[in-house]
Every structure is written in C-alpha cells, then in structure tokens.
C-alpha cells in the first residue's frame, strides 16, 4: 500500500498548492480549511502512512493497510468536497460533512492500529540465522 499511498498524496498535493493560489488570487480566504485539509490529511498525512508502509512492509502488506487505504481515500474526498461546497454557499451539507470526516477517523484509527501490531525493527542477521536454526 505504500508507493499508492504516496502516489496519491502527490495528486492531494497538487489539488491543495492550486487551492492555494486560487485563494491568494481570488483572495476568498474563506475556502483556508479546505486548502489546509488537502495539504495536510491529503498530502502531509497519506505520504508520511505511504512512506511508513514503504519502510515497514509488513504494516505496509497488511489487511488493516488495505482498509486504511479505502476509508482515508473515501472519507477524505467526501469531506473535502462537502466542505467546499459549505464554504461556497452551496447549502447545508454539514451532515456530509461529517459522514466523511467519520470516515477519515476511522482510517486514523486503523492506521495507529496497524503501526502498533506490525511496525518493529527488522530482526538483527543474527537472530534471524538463529531463528532459522531453530526452524531446520
Ligand atoms: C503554492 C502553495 C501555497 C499557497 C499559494 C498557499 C496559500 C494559502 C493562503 C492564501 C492561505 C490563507 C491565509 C489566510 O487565511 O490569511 C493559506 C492557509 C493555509 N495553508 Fe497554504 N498555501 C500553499 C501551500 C500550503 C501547503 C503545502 C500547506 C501544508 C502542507 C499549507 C497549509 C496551510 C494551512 C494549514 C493554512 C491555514 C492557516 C490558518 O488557518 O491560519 N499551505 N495558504
Ligand atoms: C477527520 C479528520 C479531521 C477533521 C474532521 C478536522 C476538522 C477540523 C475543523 C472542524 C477545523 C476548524 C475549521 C474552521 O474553523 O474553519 C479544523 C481546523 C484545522 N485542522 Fe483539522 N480536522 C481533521 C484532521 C486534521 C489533521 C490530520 C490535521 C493536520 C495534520 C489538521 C489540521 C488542521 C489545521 C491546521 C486547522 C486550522 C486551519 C484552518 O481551518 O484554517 N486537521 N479541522
């Protein structure tokens, strides 16, 4: 899970660094949480989970990666987008809003769930030759 991870954080990314200078040229500073959001549980947050998962592989080929990687990409776009279209006067969708932002909890929480089960130090070569002594 981790190169798609960072590979989608890269395109979060983009879409908030735009949003940044939408804001600053438009000056409709309003739309700040938006842009902080992506930049931050889009971007900063999904490539430092991608990165972990590169260096950790065995949080990274987990089943608890798979569903943190569905509920953060699920949520995420479901908050972000409701989010804008509250803040672009579009209508109440704070109930969106929030169906989203359960959504991208939860992820969080599966993400933390997964780093304390699978995320340790790779065994020293000599107790992996010891554990393979063990085994034959
Ligand atoms: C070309 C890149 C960027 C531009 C043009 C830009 C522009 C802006 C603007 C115009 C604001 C609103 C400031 C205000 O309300 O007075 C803002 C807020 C913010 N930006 Fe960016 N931004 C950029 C990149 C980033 C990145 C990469 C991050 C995070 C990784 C980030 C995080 C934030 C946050 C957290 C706020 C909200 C600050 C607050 O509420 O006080 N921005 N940005
Ligand atoms: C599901 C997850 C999250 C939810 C539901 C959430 C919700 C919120 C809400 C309601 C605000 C106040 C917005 C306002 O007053 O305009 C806020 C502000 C902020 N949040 Fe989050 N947040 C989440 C995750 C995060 C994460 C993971 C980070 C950082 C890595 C973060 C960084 C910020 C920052 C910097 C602000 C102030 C920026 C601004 O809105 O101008 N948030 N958040």
Redesign the pocket.
Known sequence: MGPRLVKIASCYFII??FF??F??ITHH?EF?SV??HL??VG??SMALAGLIYSVFSKAGASKLAVWHFWCHNIGLPIMMIALALLVGGAGNTEPIIAVGGIITTLAVILFVINVFKHVSLPSSPVDQEKAYRAKN
């Open positions: 908030g660094v940044g200078m804001m600053s500073m700040a842009h902080a930049n931050l971007w900063v």
